[in-house]
């Protein structure tokens, strides 16, 4: 029952589909304008699901904690052909590492995951870390509230146009209370991960620094792409083909591992 946007390549490349997964406040539509027309481009089957209270999903209930959101994902897989490339961005990058490394039930098989600028192992050691290095922290009470200038701070360029930040401002959507608490108690366990794994970092990430973004390759033995100068939310970035390049790269390599 969840939201499907789905694109097939006109000339489809030998490797695994690729099942998007967006983070906190968003749903499938933030795939839809750069990432699912850029991967169909370059060969690969891609499809972008909203969990459950996101974009038109059913809605969540007060009581939705993380792993319903894995579990989303679970179902979403089992419903492919093959074992996808995950990519799972933010919060949804969380997801993707509570799945492989089962935190929330028996891991499903996949090709790869590809966390996008993804939260931590740990998000309250990394926010405590920023704190006492004293450095710049997203008001998330602002963004929380959707406010223009904490949403453009956070997750954009200074430089987005004002129209394109008004649409995609409008169709963020709030969290349940309990996924933020059941992230903070329900940790990923990288040692029994056997998925590989690709980390895209954002060079002027807002909200994930790059150093998160190294420990978190390091965590997972993972190389680690940065994309220079671009934001959080860089599906929705003109850096994006930088990170789509990067994505079927990895996944045509997958493919060629497994005939080997």
Do not use: K, N
């Not at 935190?103 to 590809?114: K, N, Q, T, Y």
Request: aromatic fraction near 6%.
């Amino acid at each position: 029952m969840l939201e499907w946007i789905s694109t097939q390549p006109q000339q489809p490349r030998p490797a695994p589909p690729v099942l998007l997964v967006h983070g906190a406040w968003h749903a499938a539509w933030c795939w839809a304008e750069r990432a699912l027309p850029d991967l169909a481009a370059r060969g690969l089957a891609a499809h972008a699901i909203s969990l459950r209270g996101h974009g038109a999903s059913p809605p969540a209930s007060p009581l939705t904690t993380i792993c319903d959101y894995v579990h989303d994902v679970r179902d979403a897989i089992a419903t492919l052909p093959q074992p996808p490339v995950l990519v799972g961005h933010s919060a949804g990058g969380y997801v993707a590492q509570l799945l492989m490394t089962g935190r929330c039930g028996p891991p499903p098989v996949l090709a790869g995951v590809v966390l996008l600028c993804s939260s931590p192992v740990s998000s309250p050691a990394y926010f405590l870390r920023r704190w006492r290095e004293g450095a710049p922290m997203v008001d998330i009470r602002a963004l929380l509230r959707r406010e223009p200038a904490a949403v453009r701070a956070a997750l954009f360029r200074s430089d987005i146009a004002a129209a394109d930040l008004e649409r995609y401002r409008q169709q963020l959507v709030s969290e349940p209370p309990l996924v933020m608490m059941s992230s903070m108690l329900i940790r990923p366990r990288p040692s029994a991960c056997r998925t590989p794994v690709l980390v895209i970092a954002a060079g002027d990430d807002a909200i994930f620094d790059l150093a998160a973004q190294q420990a978190l390759a390091a965590a997972y033995g993972a190389e680690v792409f940065v994309i220079p100068a671009a934001p959080h939310d860089i599906m929705l970035d003109p850096a994006w083909p930088l990170a789509g390049a990067a994505i079927a790269r990895f996944a045509v390599e997958l493919s060629l591992t497994v005939r080997v």
